[in-house]
């Protein structure tokens, strides 16, 4: 798999919905469906895979085989998150189900089930809610993302192993201002 980073495109968020309703179709009652991911911001260069989260309260509640009905293949059972340098948090706060849509000829996208309240479900709408408020945060990140697309367009290791903990650093400011939010009873 290579690494390119694309130009934003308009139709991302339409393409999300669309997705969504499906996913909706055979999701959990309660299951909270979001866009995440650089495809999620408007006007970010991203890869061009459309990522979705859907949060639900026990992993266990997913119907595996349900979710394949519509084109989503688990990639081999419970994974594990990156845990931000510094930080100790129990595997639970990571744990997560990953899915891959299979496409003929369109735009791949990945399922990401998280449990709500847990540390990488609350992680990726920071970061999307940062992000959407922040231009000049965005583009730096994707400045970011380019350059090392460029450099290890052939190595998805190393392109996450310095894109991870890049992107750690602008989640400190992401808190900073989550926080400045809730003092002031302000939302995005």
């Not at 995440?36 to 509640?61: F, H, R, Y």
Request: aromatic letters at 8%; glycine letters at 4%.
């Amino acid at each position: 798999m290579s690494i390119v980073i694309c130009p934003p495109s308009p139709s991302w968020p339409a393409e999300y919905e669309t997705l969504r309703a499906k996913i909706a179709s055979v999701a959990p009652t309660n299951a909270q469906i979001d866009h995440i991911g650089s495809t999620s911001v408007s006007n970010l260069p991203a890869k061009n895979i459309i990522d979705i989260q859907m949060s639900v309260d026990k992993l266990e509640q997913v119907d595996i085989e349900a979710l394949r009905t519509i084109g989503y293949v688990q990639s081999s059972g419970v994974k594990v998150d990156h845990c931000p340098p510094g930080q100790k948090l129990a595997e639970k706060e990571l744990q997560k189900l990953f899915f891959k849509q299979q496409i003929d000829g369109g735009r791949p996208s990945h399922l990401h089930v998280r449990e709500f309240g847990r540390f990488n479900q609350k992680y990726p709408l920071l970061c999307r809610d940062y992000l959407r408020t922040h231009p000049h945060a965005a583009a730096a990140y994707a400045e970011i993302k380019i350059q090392l697309a460029k450099r290890f367009a052939d190595d998805v290791d190393s392109y996450y192993d310095v894109k991870d903990p890049v992107f750690d650093l602008i989640m400190e400011g992401a808190k900073e201002w989550e926080l400045r939010q809730k003092q002031t009873g302000t939302s995005t």
